[in-house]
């Protein structure tokens, strides 16, 4: 069955550096966008980023521009978001899915447009 698996959070002090990997399995990872969410404690789960199946297109939401950076590793079935610059806002659990197209959404943000989630990996920026 189809399974997402997120791994490399924890606790960083603030400006620090983290990377998440989305490990994939149960399906052909080549052939589907996958896009990362977070989820802070009492808010809506948010849209960061989104990559397409070839690489050749990325998204970021506008709060993580120019600090986070999305790609993947077809061969190792894995989707990564190297993250710097953390900010104490950045703590959220950080979930990864996969998209229903090889192309991401215009509106990437869009939960309805991914159909297999993970459990997610708690991020925590606190000095």
């Known amino acids: 069955q189809v399974q997402l698996v997120e791994s490399g959070g924890g606790l960083v002090q603030p400006g620090g550096s983290l990377r998440l990997s989305c490990a994939t399995s149960g399906f052909t990872l080549d052939y589907y966008a996958i896009g990362w969410f977070r989820q802070a404690p009492g808010k809506e789960r948010e849209g960061v980023s989104c990559?397409?199946?070839?690489?050749?297109?990325?998204y970021y939401a506008d709060s993580v521009k120019g600090r986070f950076t999305i790609s993947r590793d077809n061969a190792k079935n894995t989707v990564y978001l190297q993250m710097n610059s953390l900010k104490p806002e950045d703590t959220a659990v950080y979930y990864c899915a996969t998209d229903r197209l090889s192309t991401c959404n215009p509106d990437f943000t869009r939960k309805s447009v991914y159909n297999y989630w993970g459990q997610g990996t708690q991020v925590t920026v606190s000095s």
């Open positions: 990559i397409s199946s070839s690489h050749k297109s990325t």
